[in-house]
């Protein structure tokens, strides 16, 4: 759920933590990438996120004009994801974020078969 005291503040910053500022949103927006996907691709992609918060979080994406939602009327309703202009421009910033986290990151890497759960975390998408 987003924060509007955030989003209501007179710091851009501030502003834009609250636009992008919970854990989900730039890991949606890292696994979009330049790619549209559907709804069960990003379910399967991003790991440990139920599907109830994919769908709130993909709604404030889409809210914020991060991302397109593609409706297409046909049977089986079909609807893609896509990042806007506006998504596709925070994109450098990630990759800043994932060069400074290489830079300084102390912690060890798991392996994949260290994982215990269904649904195993990827590398870095796209």
């Given at each position: 759920m987003k924060d509007e005291r955030f989003c209501n503040s007179n710091c851009p910053f501030t502003r834009a933590i609250g636009t992008i500022?919970?854990?989900?949103?730039?890991?949606i927006i890292n696994v979009l990438g330049t790619r549209t996907l559907r709804f069960?691709?990003?379910d399967a992609i991003v790991p440990h996120?139920?599907?109830k918060v994919l769908t709130e979080q993909l709604k404030e994406l889409?809210?914020?004009?991060l991302l397109e939602r593609l409706a297409f009327k046909e049977l089986p309703p079909r609807v893609d994801y896509k990042l806007s202009e506006k998504g596709l421009a925070f994109l450098p910033?990630?990759?800043n974020i994932k060069e400074w986290n290489l830079k300084y990151e102390v912690a060890l890497i798991p392996k994949a078969t260290d994982y215990k759960w269904s649904k195993l975390p990827t590398d870095c998408l796209p």
């Open positions: 500022g919970n854990k989900w949103k730039p890991i069960g691709q990003l996120i139920s599907r889409e809210e914020d004009g910033i990630l990759e």
